[in-house]
Every structure is written in structure tokens, then in C-alpha cells.
Nanobody
Framework: QVQLVESGGGLVQAGGSLGLSCAAS????????MRWYRQAPGKQRELVAT???????NYADSVKGRFTISRDNAKNTWYLQMNRLKPEDTAAYYC????????????WGQGTQVTVSS
């Protein structure tokens, strides 16, 4: 059984910073791409950032230059550092990963709320 547990998030003023982390546990053989998604009320879930097993990163245009995704393979953990936050960044943030156990499948974290006040 694989679990993804998120931490971080909260309330911050516009221009501030927050960090999120996602720790995977269980019978994990390997983790491929690690991702962060977000979903604002009334909107579709959108992909925010991706980091591959090789360390390549990709970001949504709306967060480029402000957010940084990173990973610690030894800890099966990945992070999202969010700087210069804007009210439009307010959303529930979800971590996601392709994880190989016996088979490869996607797993999701439980979500954590980020609220940016103006």
C-alpha cells in the first residue's frame, strides 16, 4: 500500500512564500515523474509543476519564475517552494506521482489548502 502525505500550505499575504512537501511511503520500487497540481473552486485541476526521475523540471506559465519543484530521492519526497504568491494562486494543491510497486500506477496526495490574501 502506497501513501502520499502532504504537508505545508496555509494562509499567506500576497507577495509571501510557502513551501509544500509530499512524502511517499509503502512498498515502493521506484518513483518516476513527481508532480504538483492545484484546483481552485469552480475550476478544473491544473498541472503546476513536474520533475522527472532525472531531475528535469517543467512549470505552468502562470508560476514560472516564482515556484520551484525539487525532489529528494533518498526520502521519496518532493517539494514545491512558492514565492511571490498571488491571490490567484489560492487553491487546493495535490501531489501526484507515477510509482512502481508490482505495477506502475499514479498516486495522489490528500490535498492541502493554500490561501493567498490580497
Amino acid at each position: 500500500q502506497v501513501q502520499l502525505v502532504e504537508s505545508g500550505g496555509g494562509l499567506v499575504q500576497a507577495g509571501g512564500s510557502l513551501g509544500l512537501s509530499c512524502a511517499a511511503s509503502g512498498s515502493i520500487f521506484s518513483i518516476n515523474a513527481m508532480r504538483w497540481y492545484r484546483q481552485a473552486p469552480g475550476k478544473q485541476r491544473e498541472l503546476v509543476a513536474t520533475i522527472t526521475s532525472g531531475g528535469s523540471t517543467n512549470y505552468a506559465d502562470s508560476v514560472k519564475g516564482r515556484f520551484t519543484i525539487s525532489r529528494d530521492n533518498a526520502k521519496n519526497t518532493w517539494y514545491l517552494q512558492m514565492n511571490r504568491l498571488k491571490p490567484e494562486d489560492t487553491a487546493a494543491y495535490y501531489c501526484n506521482a507515477q510509482i512502481r510497486t508490482v505495477v506502475i500506477r499514479q498516486y495522489w496526495g490528500q490535498g492541502t489548502q493554500v490561501t493567498v490574501s490580497s
